[in-house]
Every structure is written in structure tokens, then in C-alpha cells.
């Protein structure tokens, strides 16, 4: 995963700060690959509690503003059925370390 431990702690803490304590945070997409090079910062969080846009955006401004870097965020909640967008990102993803 082409991320640091320092990015990873970064990520987390953010994260939690919109979406609370208990979140899962997964990284998919280009991210994972350690062959590739660039790219965006894919991130799948799972909670108990629905994120509305709003709260999601938020969480990529802070992400973009802190790290420098491109994110794409999706947000789900744990008992609602995937899209199947979603369903391959999830197959795909590895948790935040």
C-alpha cells in the first residue's frame, strides 16, 4: 500500500473526528497497487450510523487539506446492502493499517 504510517495516522484521525470512534477505513483502488505510481487516495468507510454528503465532503476537504493529496470517499453503513460499485470496491479494499 503506497501510503506512510504517518498518512494512515492522518487518515484515521480525521476520519474519526467526522465519522467517530469504531469507523472502518478501507483503501482501494490505485493506492494498493505498489507498482503504480500517483493517483488518488481511494477510501471506503464503513459505520453504524448513515454520513450524509455533507459530512462526507468534509471528510475529503480535511483529508485533501492535510495530506496534500487526491481522495475519493465512499461512505456506507454497515447494515445496508451495497451498490454494486461499491460490492467491488470492498472485494478489492485492504483495511487502513
Request: hydrophobic share 40%; with cysteine.
Amino acid at each position: 500500500m503506497r501510503l506512510t504510517e504517518q498518512q494512515c495516522a492522518k487518515i484515521r484521525s480525521i476520519v474519526e473526528l467526522f465519522a467517530g470512534k469504531g469507523t472502518s477505513i478501507f483503501v482501494f483502488g490505485s493506492r494498493i497497487d505498489n507498482a503504480r505510481r500517483g493517483g488518488d487516495v481511494d477510501l471506503l468507510i464503513e459505520t453504524d450510523c448513515r454520513l450524509d454528503l455533507l459530512r462526507t465532503s468534509r471528510i475529503r476537504f480535511q483529508l485533501e487539506e492535510d495530506l496534500h493529496l487526491p481522495f475519493d470517499v465512499i461512505a456506507v453503513t454497515r447494515e445496508t446492502e451495497l451498490t454494486p460499485f461499491q460490492t467491488i470496491a470492498r472485494s478489492s479494499a485492504y483495511p487502513l493499517p
